[in-house]
């Protein structure tokens, strides 16, 4: 510190003047920060904005391939919303067609749908009211095959969510898997709510198709084909149309017709409509192995009872008995309580002969169904109860007299009573697996006509397992007017399994009586002692002539009152027969009447040679 220059200056002296920088340098600096800043803050402004304007497009895109029922399209949805959520994540428009969107999987495709309850979800995280999620929560219960929850809570939401176009959709196609014909009110309501919104209007359309035929579901199909033209749900439509009509055309209509690549193109609710078209036209060909296959194939694909149903009654008209129960038992797996399903049974039932199957299956349905009016109208028929026959046609209406699916019932009055037969062509019409009841009483008609090579044919059709006692009913007489007296009383045994009414008791003791067994004809009178009422008697006037106690029969039936004219023409024989067989008096006359009334009938025919010998 003593050296020269050494040492830090004295405090008293001045400090040597320093170099600084500028205050300009600085606000230059800063302005530059600043104007940086403002530029990166607008830029990225700039980039949200045109972000924000890319996911409303790709929204609006997705809006308006949603609406259009096209499977195609919707699968175009898929990436595009992917895009929307990347570029705003918190968009609630693009949560709510995000949902839509597998919901319409739920509703269109045979696709597993997964992620409706996170689409629920997201829909709630980006604060879309409960309301607009709420056929989100409906379609999770369809996904998880719980249609009874989906349904119940309908009455939460209806007050809310009525004014959504897809909250209606999703109520119609729960109520429309539950077997719930209110779909129809739901999916009218999605149409009026939304006319663009085209799943609503193919699901209505298809389902009014199904329940109630081409007339009802006209005016709807009308405005679908406004909109698209002959787009393949269009032409799909108008096929199914000409399906379920019972007096179709037999070529397939122009506008029916699928063109190549259309049944790719179709949703998962028409799916089967190809299939049903190659059945009805394999059936016109005589082909009914390839009927069969296809009406099969598309039972198993059905996604609703009414699509099974109606799938079930095409096997009816074409004989397919076990696929037709197959058809009734998938609906039933959708809704037990379904009717349609149940008066399938009921018509399954009589394909196969099972009457009593047949009423046990109208049990609590509407009594002027004209299912339930059919089944009515053959217990009354196979019970010789003309009156109630008559009953029954006339609650079906004019259409017993103009369809032909009721020719055979509204031949059977005619038959009973011996009034009118029906010609041999109306025979051959009615004897088809769409008729009900038709071959049983083509066959009745036949052999009352004493044409037994058509009733051979008739009842020749079936064998084995497909013979019911009321076929065994028909052969036991068939087998008995050509003296094949053996195979007619195993015929005859047959029937008696199922229950012995009584056309099988007569014919059970008209075959032993061929067989001049009049013991055991006494002890099958003896078992039914009452079954036939007052005309139980006459059976034991016919018994007692056989058993050679000739006699005791006359003085038995001098005793009986004549039945009046308007008992059936079966009842009327049997009093023919016993008085011829116990030397009546009344006898000629009385078979005279029968003989100016079915001439040709081989009873008839034999009581007048036993008269005249």
Known sequence: MYEPGGGAPPAWENPTRQKTRGTWTLSVAIGLIAAAGTGSYFYSQKIRTERLQHASALNDQVKKLLETGSVSDLRQTDQKLNESFDLDSLSPLAARLWLQNRVLYEVLTSDEVRGIDSAVHRGETVNLPEKDTSFGRIASFMAEGDLAGGAAILSHWDRDSARDPYYQLAAGAVLERAGDLRAIERYDAARQLDPEFIPAQMLLARLLLLEFGGERAKPVLDALRAKLGAAPITRALSALAWVVDQERTDALPDDAKLESGDIEKLPAPLSGVPAMIDAVQAMRAGDMAKTSQAIDSAVTGAMTPSLATGLGFLAIEAGDEQLARKAALRALQFAAVYPRARTLAARVALLGGRLDEAQKAIEELDPSSSDVVVVRGVVAYESLEPADLDAALKALGDAARTRPVYAALAAGPGLLTGRAFPSP??????????????????????????????????????????????????????????????????????????????????????????????DGARTLLAKHPTLLGPLTSWLGVLVDSAGKQKSQASARAAKLDLPPPETPLTLRILVARALVASDDKRARPYVLVLAKQAPKHPDVVEATLELNK
């Not at 697996?433 to 066959?443: C, D, I, M």
């Not at 053996?486 to 032993?512: F, H, P, Q, W």
């Open 425 to 518: 062509d109306k025979i051959d019409a009615m004897a088809v697996p769409a008729t009900p009841w038709g071959e049983l009483v083509a066959a009745d008609a036949a052999l009352d006509l004493g044409d037994l090579p058509r009733a051979a044919k008739i009842l020749g059709r079936r064998q084995g397992d497909a013979l019911r006692p009321v076929h065994f009913l028909r052969l036991a007489r068939l087998y008995r007017y050509q003296n094949k007296v053996d195979d007619a009383l195993k015929a005859a045994a047959a029937a008696r399994e199922g229950s012995t009414t009584v056309n099988v008791l007569i014919e059970s003791l008209y075959a032993l009586l061929k067989k001049d067994d009049a």
